[in-house]
């Protein structure tokens, strides 16, 4: 099989190579079978969903990478993000749910903000309580549903409770994946458990890691997304289909089973991305291959670096083949692709989001309430529907997925869902306001050399934290357990100042925003 170097490949080649013979026949069945129907689902489109994993906003081509990075710097490669983006909307002011990823991908699956939601703070495997979820309205479409990846919610792992918010029981119809939160911690997942979770995968509710054994899991759930929708095409081509892909990267890696022979932190695959596509099954990695392979553009940078680039880029060449993928099987033009991260940039097993400015024009990262640790990049694709170039400046956050969602499959939105539909701001309207807002608490502090920095500007800025934003200005407070001065509310305009160096709380002129932003902050508290 032909493989490539990702630098080979420019952005415009996310239309090109030919499917594996097995794949394109059943595309070619999939669309005939298309042709005496209406669109999916009677006009409704397809959605692809993709996760990204601690991927700051400065991490991606189209939001920091080429847009605002000399020349001169070195740069991650995203050419098929890249190319979504121009092709789509962009999202500049789009805001995850919380800093770190438990809280954030509950919120996110059951459209509810922090502060409203049953799992906060780091709630590692915790299971929530809420009925409704992206699951349950997008089948309640008419969708079939799959969830791929990580989910980190279902209760088990780390949290020792029973498992009770299992894909399967909130409304997905199939899950392959890991259940637990730090089966993330590696990329090559294997059989063991690690303070109680387990590392490997699940297809369903069975024990599948052996479907996984050596193989590097960018490419295995790539493999698998394009593996269910050939097969759903085939079989219900008149039905369509929701896929939530939450892939580990960027998340730090450190955990190596025996299968594992190099076990360096931040892994990387043990070869290039096949020129053609990956394909259902897949081929294990040779042992001593695994972790090893650097894609050729980063080379020459330091070895965390150059691992960092190599496990994004790898992620952007599954996006790209995946979006060849719906093409071949003549159905891109009206599926929605969704493109975001859980939080900010990582500082975790040797990371550092220094290097590359991961958190873009941003100070702060995972865990902190300030911009770099939660404004994240986003994307949402369709042709059909999106027009090229758009790009969306206004305030979203993560809870609005489930309500946009809801109108995208001609349905209402639960009523606790907190967020508001975005479909009219990609349509060039002004739509309703997101309400904008978080909280979180990490009593640990930082300690490396990239949470110095930002401590040093600062201060020590942990502990219980608060943000919300109202047109282009932002309130936060943290340490809010000290109280007095550490805990007082900070005001920054984060449009004039994104990088938020100038408290405006002691500016004369600001009295009336400050005094009714700390109300909304003390009203939005919850314990």
Same mark, same amino acid.
């Given at each position: 099989?032909k493989?490539?170097?990702?630098?080979? *490949?420019?952005?415009a080649?996310?239309?090109?190579?030919?499917?594996?013979r097995?794949?394109?026949?059943?595309?070619?069945?999939?669309?005939?079978?298309?042709?005496p129907?209406?669109?999916?689902?009677?006009?409704?489109?397809?959605?692809?969903?993709?996760?990204?994993?601690?991927?700051?906003?400065?991490?991606t081509?189209?939001?920091?990478?080429q847009?605002?990075?000399?020349a001169?710097?070195?740069?991650?490669?995203?050419?098929?993000?890249?190319r979504l983006?121009?092709?789509?909307?962009t999202?500049?002011?789009h805001?995850?749910?919380?800093?770190v990823?438990?809280?954030?991908?509950?919120?996110?699956?059951?459209?509810?903000v922090?502060?409203r939601?049953?799992?906060r703070?780091?709630?590692?495997?915790h299971?929530f309580?809420?009925r409704?979820?992206?699951g349950?309205v997008m &089948?309640?479409a008419?969708y079939?549903?799959?969830?791929?990846?990580?989910?980190?919610?279902?209760?088990?792992g780390?949290s020792?409770?029973?498992?009770?918010?299992?894909?399967?029981?909130?409304g997905?119809?199939?899950?392959y994946?890991?259940?637990d *939160?730090?089966?993330g911690?590696?990329?090559?997942?294997y059989e063991?458990?690690?303070?109680?979770?387990?590392m490997?995968?699940?297809?369903?509710?069975?024990?599948?890691?052996?479907?996984?054994?050596?193989?590097y899991?960018?490419?295995?759930?790539?493999?698998?997304?394009k593996e269910?929708?050939s097969?759903?095409?085939?079989?219900?081509?008149?039905?369509?289909?929701?896929l939530?892909?939450?892939?580990?990267?960027i998340?730090?890696?450190?955990?190596?089973g025996?299968n594992?022979?190099?076990?360096?932190?931040?892994?990387?695959?043990? +070869?290039?991305?096949?020129?053609d596509?990956?394909?259902?099954?897949?081929?294990?990695e040779?042992?001593?291959?695994?972790?090893?392979?650097?894609?050729?553009?980063?080379?020459?940078?330091?070895p965390f670096?150059?691992r960092?680039?190599?496990?994004?880029?790898?992620?952007?060449?599954?996006?790209?083949?995946?979006?060849?993928?719906?093409? +071949?099987?003549?159905?891109?033009?009206?599926?929605?692709?969704?493109?975001?991260?859980?939080?900010?940039?990582?500082?975790?097993y040797g990371a550092?989001?220094?290097?590359?400015?991961?958190?873009?024009?941003?100070?702060?990262?995972?865990r902190?309430?300030?911009?770099?640790?939660?404004?994240?990049?986003?994307?949402?694709?369709?042709p059909?529907?999106?027009?090229?170039?758009?790009v969306d400046?206004?305030?979203?956050q993560?809870?609005?997925?489930?309500a946009t969602?809801?109108?995208?499959?001609?349905?209402?939105?639960?009523g606790?869902?907190?967020?508001?539909?975005?479909?009219?701001?990609?349509?060039?309207?002004r739509?309703?306001?997101?309400?904008?807002?978080t909280?979180?608490e990490?009593p640990?502090?930082?300690?490396t050399?990239?949470?110095?920095?930002?401590?040093a500007? &600062?201060?020590d800025?942990?502990?219980?934290?608060?943000?919300?934003?109202?047109?282009?200005?932002?309130?936060?407070?943290? +340490?809010?357990?000290?109280?007095?001065?550490?805990?007082?509310? +900070?005001?920054?305009?984060?449009v004039?100042?994104?990088?938020?160096?100038?408290?405006?709380?002691?500016?004369?002129?600001?009295?009336a925003?400050?005094?009714?932003?700390?109300?909304?902050?003390?009203?939005?508290f919850?314990e």
């Open positions: 099989m493989t490539h170097a990702t630098e080979r *490949h420019p952005a080649d996310v239309g090109r190579a030919a499917l594996p097995r794949l394109a026949a059943m595309c070619a069945i999939a669309v005939l079978a298309l042709a129907l209406a669109a999916a689902g009677a006009g409704k489109p397809h959605v692809v969903f993709i996760l990204a994993d601690d991927l700051g906003y400065g991490d081509g189209f939001s920091w990478q847009r605002a990075r000399a001169a710097q070195a740069r991650i490669l995203t050419p098929n993000l890249d983006a121009r092709e789509g909307a999202m500049t002011s805001y995850c749910a919380a800093p990823c438990a809280p954030s991908r509950a919120s996110l699956m059951l459209g509810r922090q502060g939601c049953s799992l703070d780091n709630c590692f495997d299971a309580v809420e409704d979820t992206l349950t &089948k309640s008419g079939a549903t799959w969830a791929v990846g990580k989910w980190g919610i279902a209760g088990g780390e020792g409770e029973p498992v009770s918010s299992h894909p399967l029981d909130k997905f119809d199939y899950f994946g890991f259940l *939160h730090m089966a911690h590696t990329y090559y997942h063991g458990h690690i303070r109680g979770a387990f490997g995968i699940t297809e369903n509710r069975t024990n599948a890691t052996a479907s996984a054994e050596g193989i899991s960018t490419d295995l759930f790539a493999a698998k997304a269910l929708i097969a759903h095409l085939a079989s219900k081509p008149g039905k369509p289909f929701f939530y892909l939450a892939v580990n990267a998340h730090g890696s450190g955990q190596s025996d594992l022979p190099d076990k360096t932190p931040l892994h990387v695959p043990g +070869r290039p991305y096949p020129e596509g990956v394909t259902w099954p897949l081929e294990r040779p042992a001593a291959a695994r972790n090893t392979w650097i894609n050729p553009a980063y080379t020459n940078l330091p670096a150059a960092y680039a190599t496990a994004i880029t790898r992620m952007d060449d599954a996006i790209g083949d995946i979006a060849r993928h719906l093409e +071949r099987c003549g159905i891109a033009e009206d599926t929605l692709i969704i493109f975001t991260s859980d939080n900010g940039p990582a500082d975790e550092d989001p220094r290097f590359f400015g991961s958190n873009g024009p941003f100070d702060g990262m995972k902190d309430v300030f911009e770099g640790g939660m404004r994240v990049p986003a994307i949402a694709h369709w059909a529907r999106i027009r090229p170039g758009t400046n206004s305030p979203s993560f809870h609005d997925w489930m969602l809801a109108e995208v499959g001609g349905v209402g939105k639960p606790l869902c907190d967020g508001v539909s975005l479909l009219p701001r990609w349509d060039g309207k739509g309703e306001p997101s309400l904008v807002y909280q979180y990490f640990w502090g930082g300690g050399a990239a949470f110095a920095g930002f401590k500007r &600062k201060g800025v942990r502990g219980l934290q608060q943000m919300v934003r109202a047109g282009d200005y932002v309130a936060l407070r943290t +340490r809010m357990r000290e109280g007095g001065g550490a805990a007082k509310v +900070r005001l920054y305009n984060v004039e100042d994104p990088f938020q160096s100038r408290d405006l709380a002691g500016d004369e002129s600001q009295r925003r400050l005094k009714a932003l700390t109300k909304s902050l003390d009203d939005r919850k």
